[in-house]
């Protein structure tokens, strides 16, 4: 770069901790008071340092749950969020890299007309059909089950695009190198097509169980029984309107626990989230 | 576009798209139509009849001017968050993409925050804001500030407005700094050259430069504030005091499962489906632009 004078990078230094902090702050904030009596947040007294309550709170929220409005331990919580979220990844990567395929490869009646059905699904979220899509979820039985979770939610058409401009740059010489060879379509999808598409798929599947695991409305919704509540839904279940209930140690342990992991997952695959993040808003 | 070398089958394209479609048209057309019937439909209070009404459910939306300002309150909260949101972001990409020591180290702590769900948002950030408990709220008190959200609705509201904005500072973040990389080192030479001071470079080069990036993220911005918010608001504030933070999308929810007015909420779901077409509209062709530019 030029001109950069050591002083004008000490500022850029501090601009960026001082960002970091305030991105970190609440966070902080959360560890802290999971970390805390109950009764000295409730009087507007907790300390900014960590309390001694560590393993009893986190034993409670993820084995036992709040004595008030949910009774739900958390980590039956997580297991609904990490099936859910496991179901769409995988559930919209699968079905998508199909039917790209077939739109890339094959030439069918009423293909350009499939097409853009599935693409105009793009990016009109679930929350704008929301109560239709409920009564039908609801007239097929599938209220408090993770179908009913998951498949309203792979119901577009992002991954299908993203495969399809992916195969549009595979070049054709592969196709027919393995037809030569006497590969099918299948054999040709699952020895050549498959092995081109893992870091797509990867990044693909790094955005798509973050946004799973952080669904909200959806399962707000349709679950009913509280052993099939997701972590999200459980935790504002947890915030009384009385205030006084509010068990705010287990409630800030159940916040960190739902950001772990989403959170590992950004962190771990950080170019593959990036570059997936890139790809999808395309 | 059409690939040159192609399979030659009958069946079996079907049978590849047939999951897709099956998908998307049981739980994306059917109710997305039935959205548009419902919309055209008035139901009684028990539920027992319904009767055809044209566009009575939109006529009294527009009549009711508890919607109009939901709207006006939707698009103030979605320019407020993107606003803030944005300035913050730019300005720490900026930093980052000066090649600093530890700059991957930065990039790591500023990107987490995009895989925080928002009513996890919600709750650190009414948590850390309680009137009575909160640890910020002490700090106001002392400064003097009569703070308490629950019962004033400007407080909530910029409540919601920060919480919504802190969630996207990451992502805005990681475009902007996608977008500066973009930029050819050599175009900041020539201005330094030219004796332009970094500032000036920044608001003569930079900013023209990053301005596609700018626009896109304004949109994904608006889009994010009209529907990921929700969260946010439900577990912060549920639309209170009075209505002070219910916006389009809550009231879409709110109306339907709270009021059971099912024909006017689908009403407001179709309104909120022809926005968010207009929005992806103007996003895509803004793409095409970006690809030729």
Known sequence: MVEEEGSRRYVAHIILWIGIAIVAFPVYIAIIASTQDNALIANGQMSLLPGGHFFEVYYQTIFVGTSGSTREPVGNMMLNSLVMALLIAVGKIAISIISAYAIVYFRFPFRMPIFWIIFITLMLPVEVRIYPTYKIVADLHMLDSYAGLSLPLIASATATLLFRQFFMTVPDELLEASRIDGAGPFRFFWDTLLPLSRTNMAALFVILFILGWNQYLWPLLITTRDDMQTIQVGIRKMITTTDALTEWPVVMATAVLAMLPPVFVVVAMQKLFVRGLVETEK | ?293
């Open chain 2, 1 to 293: 576009m059409q690939k040159q070398a192609i399979f030659q089958a009958k069946l079996l394209p079907y049978a590849l798209v047939a999951p897709q479609l099956a998908v998307v048209l049981i739980f994306f057309y059917w109710p997305a139509a039935q959205a548009v019937i419902q919309s055209f439909l008035l139901q009684d209070a028990f539920g027992l009849s319904t009767s055809f009404v044209w566009f009575e459910n939109y006529l009294d939306l527009f009549r009711d001017p508890a919607y109009f300002e939901a709207i006006v309150r939707t698009f103030f909260f979605s320019f407020a968050i993107a606003v803030s949101s944005l300035s913050f972001a730019l300005l720490l990409a900026v930093m980052a993409d000066k090649p600093l020591r530890g700059s991957m180290l930065y990039r790591t702590l500023l990107i987490w925050p995009y895989a925080v769900a928002p009513p996890v948002v919600g709750v650190l950030w009414i948590f850390m804001l309680h009137p009575s408990l909160g640890v910020l709220s002490r700090y106001l008190r002392a400064m003097g500030v009569d703070w308490n959200p629950l019962l004033d609705g400007n407080q909530a509201a910029s409540l919601i407005i920060l919480a919504a904005a802190w969630k996207q500072i990451s992502y805005n973040f990681l475009f902007f700094l996608a977008g500066l990389q973009a930029i050819p080192k050599s175009v900041f030479e020539a201005a330094a050259i030219d004796g332009a001071r970094p500032m000036r470079r920044f608001w003569t080069v930079t900013f023209p430069l990053l301005s596609p990036t700018i626009f896109f993220l304004l949109v994904v911005n608006i889009v994010y504030a009209f529907f990921d918010t929700f969260g946010i608001i439900d577990t912060m504030t549920r639309g209170g005091p009075g209505t002070s933070t219910v916006t389009l999308v809550y009231k879409v929810y709110s109306d339907g499962l709270l009021g059971g007015n099912l024909g006017s909420s689908a009403a407001q779901s179709v309104i909120l489906m022809v926005m968010v077409i207009v929005l992806t509209g103007i996003q895509f062709r803004f793409v095409e632009r970006k690809v030729t530019y």
